[in-house]
Structures are given as structure tokens and as C-alpha cells.
């Protein structure tokens, strides 16, 4: 709400030295812009939501709930993963649980240093 104040006090001074509006705004934010601002500032009428990204007018002020299907599919994925563990030969149960550490360990990694150095 500041930037768009903001860009609405800029229209003035757009006006008065005549420059074009490089709408640097509206292409990094997706905000209105002073040249867009101007027409609303000068009939003294209300922006519309029409000009402001869809990204701004998502307001939550209570974090919303969590999904109960997002645990829902980990059980389940996390089923087969374990039916598919029992399955499998013991060199391929290995394999598994080293990526399956891997995830849950992502602190940590099996990557070892290179024993030659690029050159730069």
C-alpha cells in the first residue's frame, strides 16, 4: 500500500516535467505505475483491484490450516516405500536407505571432495 502512495505522489511530478513512466514498477511488482495512477488521482476516483496483481490481494492475516491430505499421501508413500524395501534384494534395500538417509539427513551428504582442483 506505501508503493502505490508512493507512486501516487509521483504522478505530480511526472506531469510536471513531462517524462515518460518507465513502469519499472508494474514489470518487477506488478503495481500500478504513476501513468496508470494519474487518471484515478486527477478525477479524484478510487484505484481499482483490477490494476493491482492478483500476488497482492492474497491477504491472510490467520496462517491458513494445514492440508490433512498432504499427510495422508506421506503415509501412503511411505507405505509403498516400505512394502517395496521388504521386496527387494538386500543390495537394492542398501541403496534405498542411502537415499532414503539422504533425505532425511539433508544436512549431510555422501559427496567427497575432488581430488584434483579445477582449473580456473
Do not use: Y
Not at 539433508?106 to 559427496?111: I, N, Q
Amino acid at each position: 500500500m506505501r508503493t502505490i502512495m508512493k507512486k501516487a505522489n509521483e504522478v505530480e511530478i511526472l506531469v510536471a516535467s513531462n517524462r515518460a513512466c518507465e513502469c519499472s514498477i508494474r514489470r518487477t511488482h506488478g503495481l500500478p505505475c504513476s501513468h496508470e495512477i494519474a487518471p484515478f488521482k486527477i478525477d479524484n476516483k478510487p484505484l481499482p483491484l483490477s490494476i493491482v496483481h492478483d500476488h497482492w490481494k492474497k491477504l491472510f492475516l490467520v496462517a491458513p490450516a494445514k492440508d490433512p491430505s498432504i499427510t495422508e499421501t506421506v503415509k501412503a508413500d511411505w507405505d509403498i516405500f516400505f512394502r517395496r524395501l521388504q521386496e527387494t534384494t538386500e543390495e537394492q534395500q542398501r541403496h534405498m536407505m542411502k537415499k532414503f538417509k539422504e533425505f532425511v539427513h539433508s544436512e549431510c551428504t555422501s559427496l567427497v571432495e575432488p581430488q584434483h582442483k579445477a582449473r580456473g
